[in-house]
């Protein structure tokens, strides 16, 4: 069946602006999580929903940064007032149950280029 | 921050040879997981240990894990050209908690 998809893969955008990424998890995982690696952090988690609610958003890394998940499936992360900072790879992964013996699928990612 | 820190951060090996990464951690843990990266993208799960297993084996991966020192190694045997990639360790805390992963491990395998 189909893995993850990101989209887009690539996005480049003007310092100030905001954007949108979008995650389609596998059918039938009710766990999503989103990553961010960049060459200076690694990887680092940001956010993880259980069907449509988030019970961790400790690694949102300020108050611009949000996301959402509809009907247990499609997520999107958004970056308001993005900043050079924010330049990095953000892989979303799904997995079966947010119990964390459950493997974590990941998909192909979105590199964001804040010129 | 990080939990997991891999060594060496850069390997390189000669095809046929074997490999081994090492990953150390500072908290209590309730798993422990290693990924592989290809080409900077997306990652896929290798194998899982939980915290009170000693040795786990998966084809020609072989993961240890030492809570005692909070460490875990990744052993490739009979590496091949196709294993280049890099390596990631990553431990949950607690059955349903996110994944701290460590900073990685570059494997190059030469044909």
């Known amino acids: 069946g189909a893995g993850v998809s990101q989209s887009p893969s690539n996005k480049v955008t003007e310092k100030g602006k905001d954007v949108e990424l979008r995650c389609d998890p596998i059918?039938?995982?009710?766990?999503l999580y989103w990553y961010r690696q960049s060459l200076g952090q690694g990887l680092e988690f940001l956010i993880y929903?259980?069907?449509?609610?988030?019970?961790?958003k400790s690694g949102l890394p300020s108050d611009r940064f949000s996301a959402e998940r509809t009907g247990g499936s499609v997520s999107t992360l958004t970056i308001q007032r993005t900043q050079q900072e924010d330049s990095a790879v953000y892989l979303c992964?799904?997995?079966?149950?947010?119990?964390?013996?459950?493997?974590?699928?990941f998909g192909p990612g979105t590199r964001l280029t804040v010129l | 921050s990080q939990q997991g820190e891999e060594d060496p951060q850069a390997l390189s090996i000669q095809e046929g040879e074997n490999a081994t990464m090492n990953c150390s951690y500072k908290t209590s843990i309730n798993n422990l997981q290693w990924y592989r990266q290809n080409s900077g993208r997306g990652l896929v799960h290798l194998i899982l240990i939980r915290s009170n297993e000693r040795e786990k084996h998966s084809g020609r991966l072989r993961v240890t894990l030492d809570t005692s020192k909070k460490s875990s190694s990744l052993l490739i045997t009979a590496s091949r050209a196709a294993d280049t990639a890099s390596y990631f360790c990553?431990?949950?805390?607690?059955?349903?908690?996110?994944?701290?992963f460590g900073k990685g491990i570059t494997l190059s395998v030469r044909p």
């Open positions: 929903f259980q069907g449509n609610s988030a019970p961790d």
């Open positions: 992964a799904s997995s079966y149950s947010s119990y964390s013996y459950n493997e974590q699928f």
């Open positions: 059918s039938g995982h009710t766990a």
């Open positions: 990553a431990t949950a805390r607690g059955a349903n908690s996110k994944l701290t």
